[in-house]
């Protein structure tokens, strides 16, 4: 084949391509703006929104008494060293029917006690009944949580006074203290467990940025009328074919390349918003990227490889629409391929990866990004993902090469 017939027709689809304004929009502005919304802004909002409601005084509804030290425990304010209110007491209001009160949405929670609870350990025991939505995420960080762990410190209190009757320290009760100690690499624990969104996010945008030039390039010439005159050329079927992949795996490439600047930003952003105000929810759930030299190269290697075979299997599915609506409608199940077996990886510390998974096209890249943004990187796991995918990119692209060689495909329309 000839490069510079190649070129000439690649430079022809990207010509084409660039002059729709909202796919340069989908290729670089898309990946900036909402991979750092996904990575940073939604740890962020949690942590804002579940911090809010320790800071927030919840209304919790009382049915009979309670003892005094209890109630003294829910409506105290635990401060920090400096004075800091760190998390506030609920207000304490009496209800006559727990259950309507909580769904009315009169109290976050209600508390009855169907029997006198003991003011001393060894004094006998009773139980507090909670009323709560406890599928509801607020009431379950707000009213239900606080009334939870202050219980838990009053059952405490008052079983260290009766162990100081007998003599006994509060150490007693925890004769062993489990000291947790994190050995993750420091680049899995900054990835944190939003890490499976990283090749989620890049292998559909590669497929999103593949998608505007490959089905522009074949169904939508065959709708225009423009792609016989584009064979009638002194051209190769199989230069037309080469030139269309590579102006495809431009597209798509150049979206991955913003998406990895996307993710860059948000370690940013992240630094610089955390910098004098550490989040343990933002540490937790992560998203951040950082590269090493290796990493990169591999980075690079899978994602460069994936474009490959994205761009081959939508140039082989489109060129059989016989227009442009008919081909998303051939490609549109394409993202579901991408979707799901992504979404699997957050479940990925429960499987045993084994060397098998490497060798199944894309999905196997998929595993090989999740390794290097959590540190995990092992050259041949990686070079078996990447082999696969071109393989694989080779076998769609002779598939569209027999197309483009068959009149009646070529002409459908």
Same mark, same amino acid.
């Given at each position: 084949?000839?490069?510079?017939?190649?070129?000439?027709?690649?430079?022809?689809?990207?010509?084409?391509? $660039?002059?729709?304004?909202?796919?340069?929009?989908?290729?670089?502005?898309?990946?900036?703006?909402?991979?750092?919304?996904?990575?940073?802004?939604?740890?962020?909002?949690? *942590?804002?929104?579940?911090?809010? !409601?320790?800071?927030? /005084? !919840?209304?919790?509804?009382?049915?009979?008494?309670?003892?005094?030290?209890? /109630?003294?425990?829910?409506?105290?304010?635990?401060?920090?060293?400096?004075?800091?209110?760190?998390?506030?007491?609920?207000? $304490?209001?009496?209800?006559?029917?727990?259950?309507?009160?909580? !769904?009315?949405?009169?109290?976050?929670?209600?508390?009855?006690?169907?029997?006198? #609870?003991?003011?001393?350990?060894?004094?006998?025991?009773?139980?507090?009944?909670?009323?709560?939505?406890?599928?509801?995420?607020?009431?379950?960080?707000?009213?239900?949580?606080?009334?939870?762990?202050?219980?838990?410190?009053?059952?405490?209190?008052?079983?260290?006074?009766?162990?100081?009757?007998?003599?006994?320290?509060?150490?007693?009760?925890?004769?062993?203290?489990?000291?947790?100690?994190?050995?993750?690499?420091?680049?899995?624990?900054?990835?944190?467990? $939003?890490?499976?969104?990283?090749?989620?996010?890049?292998?559909?945008?590669?497929?999103?940025?593949?998608?505007?030039?490959?089905?522009?390039?074949?169904?939508?010439?065959?709708?225009?009328?423009?792609?016989?005159?584009?064979?009638?050329?002194?051209?190769?079927?199989?230069?037309?074919?080469?030139?269309?992949? $590579?102006?495809?795996?431009?597209?798509?490439?150049?979206?991955?390349?913003?998406?990895?600047?996307?993710?860059?930003?948000?370690?940013?952003?992240? /630094?610089?918003?955390?910098?004098?105000?550490?989040?343990?929810?933002? !540490?937790?759930?992560?998203?951040?990227?950082? #590269?090493?030299?290796?990493?990169?190269?591999?980075?690079?290697?899978?994602?460069?490889?994936?474009?490959?075979?994205?761009?081959?299997?939508?140039?082989?599915?489109?060129?059989?629409?016989?227009?442009?609506?008919?081909?998303?409608?051939?490609?549109?199940?394409?993202?579901?391929?991408?979707?799901?077996?992504?979404?699997?990886?957050?479940?990925?510390?429960?499987?045993?990866?084994? *060397?098998?998974?490497?060798?199944?096209?894309?999905?196997?890249?998929?595993?090989?990004?999740?390794?290097?943004?959590?540190?995990?990187?092992?050259?041949?796991?990686? &070079?078996?993902?990447?082999?696969?995918? &071109?393989?694989?990119?080779?076998?769609?692209?002779?598939?569209?090469?027999?197309?483009?060689?068959?009149?009646?495909?070529?002409?459908?329309?």
């Amino acid at each position: 084949m000839r490069p510079d017939f190649i070129w000439q027709v690649a430079s022809r689809d990207l010509l084409s391509t $660039l002059r729709d304004r909202r796919t340069l929009i989908s290729t670089v502005l898309i990946p900036l703006l909402l991979i750092p919304l996904f990575t940073l802004g939604l740890p962020l909002l949690l *942590g804002r929104l579940i911090g809010g !409601q320790a800071q927030e /005084r !919840q209304k919790v509804g009382v049915v009979g008494m309670l003892p005094e030290s209890l /109630r003294a425990a829910l409506t105290r304010d635990e401060r920090a060293p400096d004075g800091r209110v760190t998390r506030t007491g609920v207000e $304490l209001v009496p209800v006559k029917n727990p259950r309507a009160a909580v !769904q009315s949405g009169e109290v976050d929670a209600a508390l009855r006690a169907p029997t006198a #609870l003991p003011t001393r350990a060894g004094d006998g025991s009773g139980t507090l009944e909670i009323y709560a939505k406890l599928g509801n995420l607020r009431a379950q960080t707000g009213a239900f949580a606080k009334v939870q762990s202050t219980v838990e410190a009053y059952n405490r209190e008052l079983a260290v006074q009766r162990l100081g009757t007998l003599g006994l320290g509060p150490q007693t009760l925890t004769p062993v203290t489990l000291a947790p100690i994190d050995v993750s690499p420091e680049q899995e624990r900054r990835s944190g467990q $939003l890490a499976f969104l990283i090749p989620l996010l890049m292998l559909n945008f590669i497929l999103t940025g593949a998608m505007a030039t490959a089905l522009d390039a074949t169904a939508g010439e065959k709708e225009r009328g423009t792609l016989e005159s584009l064979l009638v050329s002194p051209v190769r079927r199989s230069e037309v074919v080469a030139g269309k992949l $590579l102006a495809t795996t431009v597209t798509a490439l150049t979206t991955a390349c913003f998406s990895v600047l996307g993710f860059l930003l948000s370690g940013v952003l992240a /630094r610089a918003a955390l910098a004098g105000e550490p989040s343990d929810l933002t !540490q937790a759930f992560g998203g951040q990227l950082t #590269l090493t030299p290796g990493s990169a190269l591999a980075l690079l290697g899978a994602m460069v490889s994936a474009a490959l075979l994205i761009s081959a299997v939508l140039i082989a599915l489109s060129i059989y629409a016989r227009s442009y609506k008919e081909a998303q409608t051939y490609v549109t199940p394409l993202s579901l391929v991408i979707i799901f077996p992504a979404v699997m990886l957050q479940f990925s510390d429960f499987l045993t990866l084994s *060397g098998g998974l490497y060798t199944i096209p894309l999905f196997g890249s998929m595993v090989a990004l999740l390794d290097t943004v959590r540190g995990n990187l092992t050259a041949t796991h990686v &070079l078996t993902a990447i082999a696969a995918n &071109l393989i694989g990119a080779l076998l769609m692209g002779l598939w569209a090469l027999r197309s483009f060689g068959r009149e009646e495909v070529i002409f459908r329309n």
